[in-house]
């Protein structure tokens, strides 16, 4: 089965410049989310989709974040304007269902953002 | 809110020995889910193992197991028979809502 693919896999910009990233979740499922690591932390989620529709957005910072979902399979993240603190790596993962605490997550490889 | 720490951000050992990773959580649910996740440098996030609180027998997969204490809150990971390939950030994590993750401790693997 093929894994989470997300594009690109390094990014940098400068900062007030704007980003966007792309995910494909495992065919199948239905649970989508984001997660921002930065260096030397574990990954914090941003983001959790359950098919199209936003079921967990609290850690997102909606004054220069956005995500979308439109036909429940592939995700964009995007960052409008990028400040020096988004330097991180982001992270798309899925599951089968979300609601179930015992389905495990499968992370894609992230993307390195760099802001300058 | 749920916290996740990690008290030792590195850790070495001898190729073929063994280590234990450790890990503390503090929450006031019952009903949750605990996991190992293991980050390469190819930043893949990879499980290692999982466990579901309200079982009191320790999982193991193949040369990983863990020790559940309930009690203590505490949920450590021990790698048998280390190898090269085990190097890397490993991530405790604890889910009931959402997963939220520790700060990770950095293996090194000794040949």
């Known amino acids: 089965e093929a894994g989470v693919a997300q594009s690109p896999r390094y990014k940098i910009i400068e900062k007030r410049q704007s980003v966007a990233f792309w995910c494909n979740p495992i065919s199948g499922h239905a649970t989508l989310y984001w997660y921002q690591q930065i260096l030397g932390q574990g990954p914090k989620l941003l983001i959790q989709f359950q098919n199209n529709g936003v079921v967990d957005d609290s850690q997102l910072p909606k004054d220069r974040f956005s995500a979308e979902r439109l036909k429940g399979v592939d995700s964009t993240l995007k960052i409008q304007p990028a400040k020096l603190e988004d330097s991180a790596v982001y992270l798309c993962?899925?599951?089968?269902?979300?609601?179930?605490?015992?389905?495990?997550?499968?992370f894609g490889d992230g993307t390195r953002l760099s802001i300058l | 809110a749920q916290t996740v720490t990690q008290s030792q951000p590195e850790m070495s050992v001898q190729e073929a020995e063994t280590v234990t990773l450790s890990c503390t959580y503090d929450t006031s649910e019952s009903d949750y889910y605990l996991f190992w996740y293991k980050q390469p440098p190819s930043r893949q996030m990879i499980l290692v193992i999982r466990?579901?609180?309200?079982?009191?027998q320790n999982a193991t997969e193949n040369r990983f197991s863990v020790n559940f204490q309930k009690a203590a809150k505490s949920f450590s990971l021990k790698i048998s028979d280390s190898q090269l390939g085990d190097a890397a950030m490993y991530f405790c994590a604890y889910r009931s809502l959402k997963l939220t993750f520790g700060t990770g401790t950095r293996l090194t693997i000794i040949p």
């Open positions: 993962a899925s599951s089968l269902a979300g609601g179930r605490k015992d389905q495990p997550q499968h």
């Open positions: 466990q579901e609180a309200y079982k009191q």
